[in-house]
């Protein structure tokens, strides 16, 4: 794999990860518990779908096939997507969403904090910019958990099912594999693993004080990043996602 | 919108010389222009009917999410996902400046809310219309968001201090919507013959429910009057709806677009458009629940709120957790 | 309802150093959510760079039936504004 192929792979995942996440927040939308909440959700998915435009530019840039982020976002098929499998999954209830928006924000808050140095200067742009946003996110995000956590017995429950359910999907960020090497070597980004350990002490923090319990096991599900098994669930995201560009292929919006 | 099918508590406007002294000082400081305020002293139709039409007004654009939310996950790019997304959640944050205007009233957001849950309130004929193609998008935008412009200009003078100021902040915010919607009806009528089909297919179906949108015709709108002198409408249903009609159609022939009605034609000596009405058989129909989506829509918003009672009532608990042992020391 | 959310009251400070200034109100369980609500409900387009968020119920208010007592006695004081007086354009600007 050339560092150029590699970078690539890197930026679809940024991008895809954003995106797919992205997709799934603007389900909520019109559907949340109260007014303030709706609003809280579209300002995250459009925080996600502006990265998502910058990573998947950017991608299209370097791969140098006259792609831009739209014809990658409406026009690959499962296998091609590289998100993580945890932004994949369904919404769930609205603490699940919680949840898995304070997990994914948390890894996104560390991660952007390393890119921001990245030997790759359109790398570090982007993360500057997307950093502050996330920092914003990972507030909001841990607030909700801690509130949701530390709430009614019922909510305790709801929030603690969330996290068992969403916990096997974690490992997956920090698991490295020749693309995250050639990545670290290039001194474009960090080598995953290194985030572990900064990961598991803000999340640790939040959840302490949610008084939430995080699982035992170090079993994780993968497949996403680098696309050998997503979820069932993907495909039926994509269908709706893609439907008008694959139905009218060539017109323009 | 909004100001359809209001009704006051009591019927026609009250003559000077049947009003209390409070009244008469009330209805002087309405004509000469001053803004009622939440604390003022206000007869209590007055205030009814307010709870009424900016509840109503709020349920409206609350409720109207839910039509172009129908399309977000489909949205054809990034971009034009990202901009129905911030035009879906301004409808929300209205739907907020609303309900708090109402609440200076002495009504509760959530008392409006199950109002509306139990069918005793109403919101706007037109979102219980179906979205059905993507060119929907682009005419709710410009049709839809056109007619409440319309409506919510003039009621930027309405005389309650709240409402006018909501109404205020509401205008400057909409007026990307009706461009936004615009701007998709121009990539569509300009772009294939299927989306041109579409954006054919998306006025046909909507150009009559946008004309409903101003409320039934002046001459069997009898709570007019009454709103009229207390200045909480500004200006009739009719009056409304001729000056939609006269600043879309040239909209419309831009587009290449065919208005659905047979009869449009310019009147010279009006300076407007004649036009058919609306069927208003419909438009009662649809008002008392059997219009194409109303009970998805209230099944959707009921169900919401139900879902999310655990949150509302965990994030409250968890706020008293915190404030209590602060409370103690 | 005693389990609905508080009522907040925001204010936010502007770009260009002006004071805060009321915008609106919202619903949040307490004031930290208060004050991410008021961002992500009034600062949607760029309007602020600071915000305060106070309970509605903690707010007192003067009563409009003492308006003419609060406000009209300062209109006769003219000469608490400057263009009460004429200063001769020889003497310099001022």
């Known amino acids: 794999m050339t560092r150029e192929e590699a970078l690539f792979q890197f930026l679809l995942r940024l991008g895809d990860n954003t995106l797919v996440l992205g997709q799934r927040v603007s389900e909520w939308c019109g559907h949340a518990p109260v007014l303030e909440e709706d609003i809280a959700l579209a300002n995250t998915a459009l925080d996600l779908i502006g990265q998502t435009q910058l990573w998947l530019n950017l991608a299209g840039e370097v791969e140098g096939k006259g792609r831009d982020a739209d014809k990658l976002a409406f026009l690959r098929d499962v296998w091609d997507f590289r998100n993580l499998l945890l932004v994949e999954l369904p919404n769930g209830d609205f603490g699940r969403t919680m949840m898995r928006q304070f997990l994914f924000d948390a890894w996104q808050s560390v991660l952007l904090g390393r890119l921001m140095n990245s030997a790759e200067p359109r790398v570090a742009e982007i993360a500057e910019k997307a950093g502050k946003e996330v920092a914003y996110h990972v507030e909001r995000s841990s607030g909700t958990v801690v509130g949701l956590g530390d709430g009614t017995e019922e909510s305790h429950a709801r929030m603690q099912a969330a996290l068992d359910y969403l916990w096997p999907y974690v490992g997956e960020m920090f698991a490295p594999d020749e693309v995250d090497e050639e990545m670290a070597r290039a001194g474009i980004a960090p080598d995953p693993a290194g985030l572990r350990e900064e990961y598991d002490a803000l999340v640790g923090r939040v959840l302490d004080e949610a008084t939430l319990r995080v699982p035992e096991g170090r079993f994780f599900h993968r497949g996403g990043k680098n696309g050998a098994r997503h979820t069932e669930h993907l495909g039926h995201m994509l269908t709706q996602m893609q439907w008008l560009q694959r139905a009218y292929p060539g017109a323009s919006w | ?329 | 309802m005693k389990d609905e959310w508080p009522l907040w009251e925001v204010f936010i400070r502007g770009q260009h150093g002006m004071s805060h200034r009321h915008v609106g109100s919202l619903h949040a369980p307490d004031a930290e959510t208060a004050i991410r609500n008021a961002r992500d409900v009034y600062t949607r387009r760029n309007e602020g760079v600071s915000i305060w968020v106070v309970q509605a119920a903690h707010i007192a208010a003067s009563s409009p039936g003492e308006k003419g007592p609060l406000f009209e006695p300062s209109n006769s004081k003219v000469y608490r504004h400057p263009t009460f007086f004429d200063i001769p354009e020889d003497a310099g600007a001022m």
């Not at chain 2, 004509?31 to 002293?41: C, M, N, Q, R, V």
């Not at chain 2, 309650?160 to 569509?188: D, L, V």
């Open chain 2, 1 to 329: 919108m909004y100001a359809q099918m209001i009704r006051t508590a009591s019927t026609g406007v009250k003559p000077r010389e049947e009003m209390t002294p409070e009244e008469r000082r009330f209805q002087d400081r309405i004509d000469a222009g001053e803004k009622i305020e939440p604390k003022d002293w206000m007869p209590d139709d007055y205030r009814a009917t307010l709870i009424r039409q900016i509840g109503q007004h709020a349920h409206s654009e609350v409720v109207g999410q839910l039509p172009e939310g129908n399309w977000i996950t489909r949205a054809p790019t990034l971009e034009r996902k990202a901009i129905l997304l911030a035009k879906v959640q301004d409808e929300a944050g209205h739907g907020l400046y609303l309900y708090s205007a109402a609440e200076t009233l002495g009504v509760s957001r959530d008392e409006l809310i199950e109002l509306l849950h139990e069918g005793r309130m109403k919101y706007s004929s037109i979102f219980n219309y179906p979205t059905l193609n993507w060119a929907d998008i682009g005419a709710v935008g410009w049709l839809v968001d056109g007619a409440a412009i319309v409506n919510q200009v003039a009621l930027q003078r309405t005389s309650y201090g709240p409402y006018s100021r909501a109404m205020i902040r509401i205008c400057k915010e909409e007026s990307f919507h009706a461009r936004q919607g615009y701007s998709i009806m121009m990539a569509m009528a300009f772009g294939t013959p299927e989306q041109k089909r579409m954006a054919q297919d998306a006025v046909d179906r909507l150009w009559y429910p946008a004309l409903m949108m101003f409320g039934p015709p002046d001459k069997d709108s009898v709570h007019t009057a009454q709103s009229m002198a207390w200045k909480i409408k500004v200006a009739t249903n009719d009056e409304l709806r001729q000056k939609f009609v006269n600043q879309t159609i040239p909209q419309m022939e831009y587009l290449g677009l065919k208005c659905p009605d047979p009869d449009l034609k310019w009147n010279e000596e009006k300076q407007g458009y004649d036009f058919t009405e609306p069927d208003w058989d419909e438009f009662f129909d649809v008002i008392k629940g059997n219009g194409p989506c109303n009970v998805d829509r209230m099944n959707d918003r009921v169900k919401a709120w139900e879902k999310g009672a655990w949150v509302r009532d965990a994030l409250l608990a968890h706020a008293r957790k915190k404030a209590a042992p602060a409370a103690a020391e």
